[in-house]
């Protein structure tokens, strides 16, 4: 009993500790697995019926990256539901969220013993506390008393790091919105927390809320038009619907029309007024996708658009004043395509206001773990199983692949692996594992940005053997050589792979290496 009123005091000292809300949530959850002694614990936030993680102990990293929807997870509804301490059977025979998802219990999938805690701040739902353990009797010597204090500890803490977000806003644009709000806002929509993404964040965040004009840029699939949409959502304009057009896919005929509208016998077909994606985007936001592939013919007229605000519909004499503001988006390296003579200069320095790059995801780190756990979690709702888990052997081919298709070929490839994982098994609890993943070999070869690359000068050989053969023989040299690096430290080279420690006893031991 001393003891754990020791821990509860000590948990009260880390959360009132000077430090960022981020290590409040780890040491929270560091003095939770002491305390109970549990296989797994969670800090989730609320909000739209959907829990999001923001600290996670004894979990797949890529459980960082998943949104639970309530209505599909039972046991997460009946904590938002509950208003108070939830203790779920040993027996029930509600799905855990968190089945296949707790490393070092392959032989153990499903969780036996989990307490929810709701967390409320001014009688607001703000998230949760999840503990679990796969004894059936852990949590029997905690009182529900003890729990409250723990849940009220807890909810204080993220209240509070809630409150600090809003601020520690420098822009204004949450002044109508709560701090639960605001900390969703920019925490779940782009899923990520590597530098590149935390940079990209704090570029949207410096500009959403001003009227200049922005050019996103990046490679194909990085999530351009997410940018867009995070640029409106942020931006005082927010309460009008973000207006999309895709420049690629306008027949040159009809683009000055889709731009502009029209007025009725314009031409042939035009048999009533129409506005254009100008008009609709008054006091919004017009998002330009593929803005490179805008004919030359109509560079002039946006331009126009852009410096005064006015628009003419076609067969109309008469312009219209709009106030809308222009985010758009290109593959292309606009300023060679000025130089071709294919793109304006005079528009693409008006367009070219504020630029923002976005970062392939090679570049990303271990961000490719959090977006593979945030499309498996979609992909299982998709596909109707009860759980969908990735096998660490996968997650570290995910890590070691260049992604050249981005964000989009990884959703692309979970959900293929998915399917082929589905047709080969009667079972509910889906396991995507290695051999699932139709990826091009000759991508995993791109490796110099992890200091990697130019230790494997053989891999290519090995490729013939076969993506599996090939792929388990990167593996094991690659760790061989980290656990060489770091002094034949398991731990240590755990950390530098980024796997739980556990995960990579049990990849090890697969490989032969132990």
């Known amino acids: 009993m001393e003891n754990k009123h020791l821990a509860l005091t000590q948990l009260a000292i880390d959360l009132t500790t000077s430090v960022s809300g981020q290590d409040r949530f780890d040491r929270l959850l560091l003095v939770i697995r002491k305390l109970f002694n549990c296989d797994a614990s969670a800090l989730l936030s609320f909000q739209h019926q959907q829990f999001s993680p923001l600290a996670i102990n004894g979990l797949y990293d890529e459980v960082l990256g998943r949104r639970f929807n309530i209505q599909e997870h039972p046991r997460l509804e009946a904590i938002a539901r509950a208003g108070d301490i939830v203790r779920f059977p040993a027996d029930s025979k509600l799905p855990d969220p968190y089945d296949g998802l707790i490393p070092n219990h392959e032989d ?9 805690l709701p967390l409320f701040a001014n009688d607001h739902l703000i998230g949760a506390l999840t503990i679990d353990a796969f004894e059936p009797q852990q949590f029997d010597r905690f009182s529900n008393q003890d729990l409250r204090i723990i849940s009220a500890l807890a909810a204080a803490s993220l209240h509070t790091s809630l409150l600090m977000e809003k601020l520690e806003s420098q822009t204004g644009i ?18 990520g927390q590597s530098q590149g993404i935390l940079d990209l964040q704090a570029q949207i965040k410096a500009v959403a809320d001003t009227e200049l004009s922005v050019l996103v840029t990046g490679e194909t699939g990085v999530g351009k038009e997410l940018v867009a949409s995070s640029l409106h959502a942020q931006s005082g304009r927010r309460e009008h619907a973000l207006i999309y057009l895709n420049c690629a896919a306008l027949p040159e005929s009809v683009a000055e029309s889709e ?21 609709l985007a008054n006091n919004s936001t017009l998002f330009l996708d593929e803005i490179g592939e805008l004919p030359l013919s109509l560079q002039a007229k946006l331009l126009r658009a852009l410096q005064y605000g006015d628009i003419q519909r076609v067969g109309d004499e008469h312009p219209l004043k709009v106030n809308t503001r222009i985010v758009a988006a290109t593959n292309r390296a606009l300023h060679e395509e000025v130089k071709a003579g294919r793109f304006r200069a005079d528009l693409y320095h008006r367009l070219n206001v504020f630029p923002v790059h976005v970062p392939p995801l090679r570049d990303r780190g271990n961000d490719v773990v959090l977006l593979s756990g945030f499309f498996a979690e979609r992909c299982r709702n998709k596909l109707g199983c009860a759980n969908l888990s ?84 990167f593996q094991a040299e690659l760790i061989k050589q980290v656990y060489q690096d770091n002094n034949r430290s398991w731990a240590s080279t755990a950390r530098d792979l980024k796997l739980d420690t556990g995960n990579l006893h049990r990849l090890a031991k697969r490989l032969n290496l132990k």
């Open 390 to 473: 990735i096998d660490p052997a996968a997650t570290l081919l995910l890590q070691q692949y260049s992604w050249p298709g981005n964000v989009r070929e990884l959703e692309h490839a979970i959900n293929r692996a998915a399917v082929i994982a589905k047709s080969q098994t009667t079972d509910s609890y889906l396991l995507l594992k290695a051999s699932h993943f139709q990826l091009d070999g000759e991508h995993l070869l791109s490796l110099s940005e992890t200091g990697t690359g130019d230790k494997l000068p053989e891999y290519k050989k090995r490729i013939k053997e076969g993506l599996r053969e090939a792929t388990d023989d």
């Open 259 to 279: 731009l502009f509208g029209h007025v009725k016998g314009a031409f042939t077909g035009a048999i009533s007024d129409r506005k254009g994606k100008f008009e």
């Open 108 to 116: 153990e999938l499903n969780v036996h013993s989990c307490i929810g």
């Open 174 to 191: 949450f002044s109508n919105i709560d701090a639960h709000d605001a900390f969703v806002q920019q925490s779940a929509e782009m899923i």
